[in-house]
C-alpha cells in the first residue's frame, strides 16, 4: 500500500513513450530519457503542468491511461483541486476548481487533495468504497478545519484507517489538536501529521511543531519546503535557516523511532550531507 514509485513513472504503447514526472527536479532526468527515446514522446504530470513540456515532446493529460496508478497501483482521487490556495501548494495552480469526481477506482490509498471540501454525500460514498479493504490511509492530508465529529464517527467503521492531518503554521495548533482528540474520542487511532519546514518560519518554531506532535503522541512527517519551481531538491534555504538545521530536522524527525531517545539538540549530522547538498546529491 505505501510502495509509491519515488521518480518518474514510465510506459510504453507501441513506440510512444509516456512519461509522468511528479516533481520539478526530476525534469532534467526526464528530459535526459525522452531525448534518449527513439520515437515520439509524451509527457504530463505535475511538473509538467508547473513548468511546461519537454523540449521535442508532446504534453498531454495522459487521460487514456491510470497514471496514478503507474505511481502506486493503491492509490486513488475520489475529487480533484483544492480551495485553499496556500502559497507553498502546487494543486490550485495545476488541479483548478475543487470537484467531486463521479466515478473513480476503488482503492485503500485516498491522494484527494482536501477531501473535507466535499459534501457529505461524496464523502459517505468514499466511505462505502473504502469498507472492503482491510486498511485505508487518507494518504495526503485531512483539513483539520473541516474536520468533524461525523466525519471522524464515519470514519471509525472502516477497518484500520490512517489518519493524517497538518501542522504547517504555529497559529493552527489548537484546530490540529481539537482534530486530534475528535478523533481519538471517535475510535480513531492510527495518526499520522505533516510538518512543513523552512518556509516562512523559523528553527525555532519548526521545533515546536514538531515537538507538539511528539506530546499528542505521534510521530510527525518533517516535510521540508520546496520552492514549485525548484530544479534541485533540497537546494532552497529560507532565510533565518541554516542548510546543517534543514537536515538536522528532516532526518530526526523524520528517524524518531531509531533516533528518538537523543535529545534533538544532542542530535548532529556527519558533514557528508552537507557536501551531498552543495553538488547536488539527494540526502
Excluded at 93 to 114: Q, S
Excluded at 115 to 138: G, M, N, Q, T, Y
Excluded at 228 to 249: C, P, T
Aim: glycine share 6%; hydrophobic share 40%; charged share 25%.
Amino acid at each position: 500500500m505505501y510502495q509509491w514509485r519515488k521518480g518518474i513513472a514510465s510506459w510504453t504503447c507501441g513506440n510512444r513513450l509516456y512519461l509522468s514526472v511528479p516533481f520539478t527536479w526530476l525534469l532534467e532526468e526526464a528530459q535526459a530519457t525522452a531525448d534518449a527515446h527513439k520515437g515520439p514522446v509524451v509527457c504530463g504530470g505535475p511538473a509538467i503542468k508547473l513548468m511546461g513540456p519537454l523540449s521535442g515532446a508532446k504534453a498531454h493529460d495522459t487521460a487514456d491511461f491510470d497514471v496514478l496508478s503507474m505511481h502506486n497501483p493503491c492509490a486513488t482521487f475520489t475529487t480533484r483541486g483544492c480551495p485553499n490556495k496556500c502559497a507553498f501548494c502546487a494543486v490550485p495552480k495545476i488541479e483548478g476548481a475543487f470537484v467531486e469526481l463521479e466515478t473513480w477506482k476503488h482503492a485503500p490509498v485516498l491522494c484527494d487533495n482536501n477531501l473535507l471540501e466535499c459534501s457529505r454525500s461524496h464523502f459517505s460514498k468514499v466511505i462505502e468504497s473504502l469498507k472492503p479493504f482491510p486498511a485505508c490511509d487518507f494518504n495526503q492530508g485531512l483539513d483539520a478545519r473541516r474536520f468533524t465529529q461525523w466525519h471522524a464517527e464515519t470514519i471509525a467503521h472502516l477497518r484500520h484507517p490512517k489518519v493524517r492531518f497538518a501542522f504547517d503554521h504555529a497559529n493552527e495548533e489548537s484546530v490540529v489538536a481539537n482534530a486530534v482528540e475528535t478523533a481519538r474520542k471517535a475510535g480513531l487511532r492510527d495518526f499520522g501529521i505533516y510538518v512543513l519546514f523552512g518556509f516562512k518560519d523559523t528553527l525555532e518554531d519548526a521545533l515546536y511543531r514538531l515537538e507538539k506532535v511528539r506530546e499528542w503522541g505521534i510521530l510527525p512527517n518533517a516535510m521540508r519546503y520546496q520552492p514549485l519551481d525548484a530544479m534541485k531538491k533540497n537546494a532552497y534555504v529560507e532565510a533565518g535557516w541554516e542548510e546543517r538545521d534543514l537536515q538536522r530536522v528532516h532526518r530526526y524527525y523524520n528517524k524518531l523511532n531509531w533516533l528518538g531517545h537523543i535529545p534533538f539538540d544532542e542530535y548532529d549530522i556527519p558533514d557528508e550531507p552537507l557536501f551531498c547538498a552543495r553538488h547536488g546529491v539527494d540526502v
